[in-house]
């Protein structure tokens, strides 16, 4: 089987059950007796194993499938959590990390067996079962447990399979209808790599010769490999026992079939459960030819199932996708199509917008054709918004790993500190997500290595022992903020400029005018780093430096607060340059603008009367406060429209704790856009944070609330 | 613009006009042309840059060569054209065109490099001279064209 087109969704998707991994260990952690965590675990485990082993990498396989033996005896409760085996975990994950890393640059899992890891796992599995108990750790893996006795059956493991009445019936009507009701036992050879893809030549052999009632594991277990070396089947055939049996032998890799005419008055007694399982799982069988993929695919409907099986299917269908890992749900697309698919709604919308002028123009107005123009824009417009919202996500994605990092750092630097994460809901284009993982990552680093002091220093200070650091990120204005800060140190201006000079950055007497603000510059200074010890966590003078660059390539920018002794805090600023914003657009003279509605405080009705000079400015009086007034034709340089003793429309933007009240001519609305930049071409422009495209097609620009302050 | 290739070889221009007087830009450099549309001004920028537009879900900056030439204003007419400009250092850019009129390909001995003597402040956006039917051709040269003035 060529697996190779599937490297991308494995990669992908391990990287998925990986992070998810760290999270739910990381969960673990805190609360060992949470049975959903421990089950969700137990899932991703599973998953993963079930993946590496159809791509055909096998150690990845194998230490899966050991974490999985100790996931699923914690699952028993055989094992209690303890804190040395969430550190074996992790080290597992970063294996199994290095495994992807492998994979995505070679296609190769690398040659690292991680036997240390495996003993390590095993240890603990020994450690706390008793003797007898190893083996449940293995038949737990298949959901519906097999009896585990097969002494009086011979290896005729289908004689187990616990038929319900539906299907009872479906055999007994067909043993009338003078076929073959039989039984057969698969057995795979232990060398087999593939089992699943064995299994399912297999199924495609027996099914040439007849149909498969039942199977024990389930149809859909076996697809995911959920099954040790044999599987069994019943079947209903026109074809002679050999034939079947030859049919299936005639698969590679596969050690021996058996297999007998059952009897039917002898067969075991209909068990419910067994019933309720059953009916679903046919279903699969019978279309496995489409999803051979490792990917689970969703049910395919039935089409072959018998009348009988069929009225009970419908209950059963809600049942099954619970056993499925919830990645079905989502597509992933290349970000190259969205663009595509984005300028082509684009493009729709404004070929609609011609079309309701030619009508107009052309005076065939009638209601038919207004009303279906009407249609066509509300059409148009989700259609536009549903795109845009798609480029967008939440940085979850990219900070969710940062609590595991922090918790290695506390081991390696040993010192004590907790990370607190606040707004992992922003939203940013996809691209800028995928980008700001390795800045923030070196800048939580360096808060905890170089911002922090270790827990004696602390008490002394008479801080809490548990160092902070905070990741916060919210959406400000036009730009996205992710802020870092610790309450560690801060920065010592002092000692940065002597390290400056000792590395020949600067002299000693640029040194000595440097204002605070440019010390702390110096730590952006590419080959600077103040660490007196080079710690494999920070300090190899390239952090910083590597940050600034990134984070501008993605138009950002990033500003440093420091207090000495009270900490640090460093700020990211990103452009939303895709960004969907709720704007209020106004008009002013003839042209249309938008303003972030985040920056607006209030809208005012100003009579002109109460506009007073304070200094030869413009200001009003407000609650209380004096609010400078821009009038923002003057700036724009528009001409106003507006009577001048019309009262003024003013809208109250605010910085920070500065206010001003820019006068428009009149309100359009709030609408939700779409930020562009306006290219690098204008970029004098300052008070325009970038252009939005409306709905008709036409280009608004975006007032920059923060510049105009 | 590049140095003129070896003497056999040819370059396409795509012929326009401004005023009186035919230009020729490199149609290598040229990624599409637009009909006249409303452009969005975009306040306190140099007055050759007349705004932007929206190209297919694309904010484009578009420049008036006239004012950057020191020529009279643009005034639009039904030939009025924006050529869609794609250059290494500045980007996507559109520049406004009385017309378009042709393709033509020029033999390299068919172009002039610009000589000194002819006038000073055009000079600087001319890379040289075209000959062609009989009619002479100022090619442009783009890169000092959109530069954005010191």
Known sequence: MDVSQYLEIFLDETNEHLQNLNTQILSLEQEPDNMDTI?????????????????????????????????????????????????????????????????????????NDNEPLIKELNLILNGETDDGEEDSAEAVEEEVAAPASTGDTGGRKWLEIKLGDSELNVLKEASKQGKNVLGLTVKVQESCILKAARAFLVFKAIEENGEIIMSNPSAQDIEDEKFELDFSLIIVSDASLEQVLTAARSVSEIEDVIGDVMDLDHVSAPVHEAAKEAPAKTEQETKPAETPAPVAAPAAPAAAAKPQTKTKKKADEKKAPANKPVVNRTVRVDIEKLDTLM??????????????????????????????IEYLESVTTSLHESVMKVRMVPIESTVSKFPRMVRDLQKTLGKKMELYMSGEETELDRTVVDEIGDPLMHLLRNSADHGLESAELRKERGKPEVGSIFLEAYQDGNNVVIEVRDDGNGIDTEAVRNKAIEKGIITPEQAENMSEKDSIDLLFHAGFSTAKVVSDVSGRGVGLDVVKSKIEALSGEVEVKSKLGEGSSWIIRLPLTLAIIQALMVDIGNEKYAISLGSIQTIEDI???????????EVIQLRDLVIPLIRLNRILDIESKKDPNDNLVVVVVKKGDKQAGLVVDELIGQQEIVIKSLGKYISKCKIISGATVLGDGEVALILDANTLI | MEELKVVGETTQFIVIKLGDEQYGI?????????????????PKVDTYLKGVINLRGEVIPVMSIRIKMGLEPDVETKSTRIIILKLEQHGTIGVIVDEVKEVVTLENDQIEKIAYDSKEEMRSFLCGIGKCDGGLISLLDLNSVVLENA
């Open chain 1, 39 to 111: 089950n969700e675990i137990f899932r991703a485990a599973h998953s993963l194993k079930g993946m590496a082993g159809t791509m055909g990498y096998k150690r990845m396989q194998n230490l899966t499938h050991d974490m999985e033996n100790v996931f699923s005896e914690v699952r028993n409760g055989n094992i209690t959590v303890k804190a040395s085996m969430i550190d074996v975990l992790f080290q597992c994950l970063d294996a199994l990390e290095e495994y992807n890393t492998n994979i995505r640059e070679n296609a190769d899992e690398g040659t």
């Open chain 1, 607 to 617: 009579s002109p009367n109460d506009v007073k000079l304070v200094e030869a400015k």
């Open chain 2, 26 to 42: 490199d149609i290598k450099y040229i990624d599409n042309i637009v009909r006249m549309q409303h452009i969005t001004r975009v």
């Open chain 1, 343 to 372: 300028n082509l709604v684009s493009e729709l919308i404004i070929a609609k917008n011609s079309l309701v002028s030619a009508s107009a123009v052309s005076g065939t107005s009638s209601t038919t054709v207004n009303e279906q």
